[in-house]
């Protein structure tokens, strides 16, 4: 009987350990680095049926760098986007976060049809830029880099 409970006791354990790591690496392992290298995949080749443009054509490096407009127009790089938002926008004349300047980007930019919110390309873009901005302190209302 004692042997008993000793085995099940074990084998809890071990059963909690495996449930643990399994889950562990279901959540911040291998997902997130897909999510992020699909982001990034679709910053630099996705049109979103748009004109032919890419986030990559004004936000060249991938964002890292600051970026080039038609006309040779400096625009300020995304490597504290993710750490700036949600700000107050005002030509919007509200506060928007990261999701909704996305969507602003391809709809005003690019002429696409942007992801739907949540959905696993939205998702990506959000996890691609936020990566960019790993380790930065948090600015909210700060300014571009
Ligand atoms: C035609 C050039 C152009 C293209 C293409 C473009 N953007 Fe932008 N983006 C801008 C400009 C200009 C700004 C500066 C702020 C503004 O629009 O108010 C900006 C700002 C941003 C910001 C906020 C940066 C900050 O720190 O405030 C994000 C995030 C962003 N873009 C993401 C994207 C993504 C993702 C794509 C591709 C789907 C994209 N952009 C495509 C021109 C572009």
Redesign the pocket.
């Known amino acids: 009987m004692k042997s008993m409970k000793r085995i099940s006791g074990v084998f809890t354990v071990v059963v909690v350990v495996l449930f643990a790591s399994m889950s562990y690496a279901a959540g911040l392992g291998l997902p997130l680095e897909k999510s992020v290298a699909t982001g990034k995949a ?2 630099i080749h ?1 049109t ?1 049926g748009g004109n032919g ?3 990559e ?3 060249t490096s991938g ?1 890292t760098v600051p ?1 080039k ?2 006309g040779n ?1 400096t ?4 490597a ?2 993710a750490a ?2 949600p ?1 107050f ?1 005002p ?1 919007a004349k509200k506060v928007i976060t ?1 999701e909704d ?2 969507r ?3 709809v ?3 002429h ?1 049809k942007p992801p739907a919110y949540g959905s696993v390309r939205m998702n990506a ?1 959000v996890s691609y ?1 936020t990566s960019l901005a790993q380790g930065k302190p948090m600015d909210m209302g700060g300014k ?2």
């Open positions: 679709l910053f996705g979103f443009s890419t986030c054509t004004c936000h964002g970026g407009m038609p127009i625009i300020p790089s995304l504290n986007a700036i938002y700000r926008n030509r990261l300047q996305i602003n980007c391809i005003g930019a690019l696409g873009l830029i571009p880099q």
